[in-house]
T-cell receptor, first 113, second 107 residues
Framework: DGGITQSPKYLFRKEGQNVTLSCEQN?????MYWYRQDPGQGLRLIYY???????QKGDIAEGYSVSREKKESFPLTVTSAQKNPTAFYLC????????????FGQGTRLTVV | DAKTTQPNSMESNEEEPVHLPCNHS???????IHWYRQLPSQGPEYVIH???SNVNNRMASLAIAEDRKSSTLILHRATLRDAAVYYC????????FGQGTILTVHP
């Protein structure tokens, strides 16, 4: 089955710890995205990448880091510098270009205590 | 970046048409307009997208204003399964979204 997989579905971490969220796709898409979702705030773009070994900051990149060493993978690290890390995180991928639909994963709910 | 705004919520009755508006007043000429919908605790799913002309697919229709500063997603006959949060977004290299409209469908 082709698709985009995020793991784990639920993640708990203690405050002050870095945590990495996984996102893998087998759709052969060049573009990948990370979004954060909070109640009533929609989808806010954290980082995006259009090609391996290159990525750009989105609207709320502070406290987050990413890597794109492989086309299929775009992991997101939530660092201890992120002030309010508890949220629902969504990964997406698409063909590069503006006229293509994006495919989303099922999300990871991160809770920091 | 195009700033996108949507109403917080809308309501409809089953089997009636629904028109979901979106404003993207700073959209550039090369930005596509996208619509996605999301059920609770799931990832968003694609609904429709377009550039300048109105678009139709099996799920919905997209009406784009002539100046492209607004668009409307049209669900021709709402069903209970259409109850979701609908996101309007624009893309040029990156895909960004508005805050979403919660659609409630009454039986």
């Amino acid at each position: 089955d082709g698709g985009i997989t995020q793991s784990p579905k639920y993640l708990f971490r203690k405050e002050g710890q870095n945590v990495t969220l996984s996102c893998e796709q087998n759709l052969n898409h060049d573009a990948m995205y990370w979004y954060r979702q909070d109640p009533g705030q929609g989808l806010r773009l954290i980082y995006y990448s259009q090609i391996v070994n290159d990525f750009q900051k989105g609207d709320i990149a502070e406290g987050y880091s990413v890597s794109r060493e492989k086309k299929e993978s775009f992991p997101l690290t939530v660092t201890s510098a992120q002030k309010n890390p508890t949220a629902f995180y969504l990964c997406a991928s698409s063909i590069v270009g503006t006229g293509y639909e994006a495919f989303f994963g099922q999300g990871t709910r991160l809770t920091v205590v | 970046d195009a700033k996108t705004t949507q109403p917080n919520s809308m309501e409809s009755n089953e089997e009636e048409p629904v028109h979901l508006p979106c404003n993207h007043s700073t959209i550039s000429g090369t930005d596509y307009i996208h619509w996605y919908r999301q059920l609770p605790s799931q990832g968003p799913e694609y609904v429709i997208h377009g550039l300048t002309s109105n678009v139709n697919n099996r799920m919905a229709s997209l009406a784009i204003a002539e100046d492209r500063k607004s668009s409307t997603l049209i669900l021709h006959r709402a069903t209970l399964r259409d109850a979701a949060v609908y996101y309007c977004g624009t893309s040029y290299g990156k895909l960004t979204f508005g805050q979403g409209t919660i659609l409630t469908v009454h039986p």
